[in-house]
């Protein structure tokens, strides 16, 4: 079994900055693919960033430039959002997969004026 646990989302204005963390813990295995999801009221779970320790980075079209994933060690992956707008409010889920995915409970980020 893995836990993750979420921090970090808010409430920020359009153009403004977050930084959401997730740290894994359970049995953890360091070959693992973490990233994030998001999902807007209404709308299908989006796969917003992903990363792996034998791939580069990979972004959904929408938050390319804007947005960065990094790995401080096998359990811990960070999204740095900068340039916030609107369409990026969204409930936002921690991800990590090993043969079998698990979620967070997902931190709530909120880009309005």
């Known amino acids: 079994q893995v836990q993750l646990v979420e921090s970090g989302g808010g409430l920020v204005q359009p153009g403004g900055s977050l930084r959401l963390s997730c740290t894994a813990s359970?049995?953890?295995?360091?070959?693992?693919?973490m990233g994030w999801y998001r999902q807007a009221p209404g709308k299908q779970r989006e796969l917003v960033a992903t990363?792996?320790?034998?791939?580069?980075p990979s972004y959904t079209d929408s938050v390319k430039g804007r947005f960065t994933i990094s790995r401080d060690n096998a359990k811990t992956v960070t999204l740095q959002m900068n340039s916030l707008k609107p369409e990026d409010t969204a409930v936002y889920y921690c991800?990590?997969?090993?043969?079998?995915?698990?979620w967070g409970q997902g931190t709530q980020v909120t880009v309005s004026s």
């Open positions: 990363t792996s320790s034998w791939t580069t």
């Open positions: 359970g049995s953890i295995f360091s070959l693992n693919t």
């Open positions: 991800y990590y997969r090993f043969n079998v995915e698990y």
